[in-house]
């Protein structure tokens, strides 16, 4: 099994900046994709950005792109998506995600998911 644990969201203000991380343990060895997503309240689970294992190949949302940044340190197990220029309509719960597979941008793909941390973005 591989457990994701997120950290760094909380409350920041319209143009702010945030930087999750999600530290991944267990069986580290079998993740390949990692990615972010995001649940607002009464919506749907909708996708953030992914990466790929060595990070050459990622993927933004079109309403994240220019604003998000996804990284990862594999020595570290460790993702991160960088927040700039935040927006009230990006307050969300921010879940990580990891997959077995190279490269993952759908939801269905992913094995792994962390428990959330709360983005709120005040206007």
């Known amino acids: 099994q591989v457990q994701l644990v997120e950290s760094g969201g909380g409350l920041v203000q319209t143009g702010g900046s945030l930087r999750l991380s999600c530290a991944a343990s267990?069986?580290?060895?079998?993740?390949?994709?990692m990615g972010w997503f995001r649940q607002a309240p009464g919506k749907e689970r909708e996708f953030v950005s992914s990466?790929?294992?060595?990070?050459?190949?990622?993927t933004y949302a079109d309403s994240v792109k220019g604003r998000f940044t996804i990284s990862r340190d594999n020595a570290k197990n460790t993702v991160y998506l960088q927040m700039n220029s935040l927006k009230p309509d990006d307050t969300a719960v921010y879940y990580c995600?990891?997959?077995?597979?190279?490269?993952?941008?759908?939801?269905?793909?992913?094995?792994?998911w962390g428990q959330g941390t709360q983005v709120t973005v005040s206007s």
């Open positions: 995600a990891a997959a077995k597979v190279y490269y993952a941008s759908s939801r269905t793909e992913y094995n792994y």
């Open positions: 267990g069986r580290t060895f079998s993740i390949n994709a």
């Open positions: 990466i790929s294992w060595g990070g050459s190949s990622t």
